[in-house]
């Protein structure tokens, strides 16, 4: 099993160091190793589990899911729903931005229509935020 730095690691997981730093200190990924000169060291495991959580976060997990998504990745007795749940749910979450962004595209979209965009000074836009 290969050992590498913080910053070997970080480049092999796609995240900055200073994410690396944070997630092991707040205990979402294992605390790393440390070499006999006190530098942090990762193994393969450790950097799959940081790719792993990128992922996730990608995703828009939050650090708590990630955590609760982590656990089932190690856990060989997980079942599949358990992760369906978490995953649907978050699933739910995009689905109800989705929503929200398209009714808000809607309205600034007739808004801008609505606008001559002349050079006088009568503007819906202006009008609604009012």
């Not at 996730?56 to 955590?67: K, T």
């Not at 809607?106 to 000074?121: F, I, Y």
């Amino acid at each position: 099993m290969d050992f590498v730095n913080i910053s070997a690691a970080s480049k092999a997981a796609g995240l900055p160091v200073k994410t690396v730093r944070y997630y092991a200190d707040i205990g979402l990924v294992d605390a790393p190793s440390r070499s006999s000169a006190g530098y942090r060291t990762y193994d393969d495991v450790a950097v799959r589990k940081l790719v792993f959580v990128r992922r996730s976060r990608a995703f828009g997990f939050s650090i708590e899911e990630c955590r609760e998504l982590l656990g089932l990745y190690q856990n060989q007795d997980r079942t599949s729903s358990e992760v369906k749940r978490i995953a649907s749910k978050r699933l739910e979450e995009i689905e109800e931005k989705q929503r929200e962004l398209q009714s808000l595209h809607d309205e600034l979209a007739h808004l801008v229509t609505s606008c001559r965009g002349d050079d006088m000074p009568d503007c819906p836009i202006i009008d609604y935020l009012g």
